[in-house]
């Protein structure tokens, strides 16, 4: 069964930096994307950053500039380095995964628990 474990959140003052990580495990044929999404209190879940298979790297406009998204492809782990933070990066962070079980199979979505980040002002 595929696993998103991610680790790497916590409380930080605004202007402080975070890493955030994120490992998947078990039967993974291919990945097409991996990357990040958050959710504040009371709102939507939003786009924090995905990387592609293809190398393609999208960002969401409200941290751009502010935060690098990369990965280890042999480690099937994706990271989020945020800096300059601010106190509407907090919420709660998801990982995200686009991904083959299977070469017959059609990707699916995988998400992880979620990590929180708190930015303090």
């Known amino acids: 069964q595929v696993q998103l474990v991610e680790s790497g959140g916590g409380l930080v003052q605004a202007g402080g930096s975070l890493r955030l990580s994120c490992a998947a495990s078990?039967?993974?044929?291919?990945?097409?994307?991996m990357g990040w999404y958050r959710q504040a209190p009371g709102k939507q879940r939003e786009l924090v950053a995905v990387?592609?298979?293809?190398?393609?790297?999208n960002y969401g406009d409200s941290v751009n500039g502010r935060i690098t998204i990369s990965r280890d492809n042999a480690k099937n782990t994706v990271y989020l380095q945020m800096n300059s933070l601010k106190p509407e990066d907090t919420g709660v962070y998801y990982c995200?995964?686009?991904?083959?079980?299977?070469?017959?199979?059609?990707?699916?979505?995988?998400w992880g628990q979620g990590t929180q980040v708190t930015v303090s002002s």
């Open positions: 995200m995964m686009w991904a083959k079980e299977n070469a017959g199979s059609l990707p699916k979505d995988y």
């Open positions: 990387n592609t298979k293809g190398g393609t790297t």
């Open positions: 078990g039967i993974i044929f291919s990945i097409n994307a």
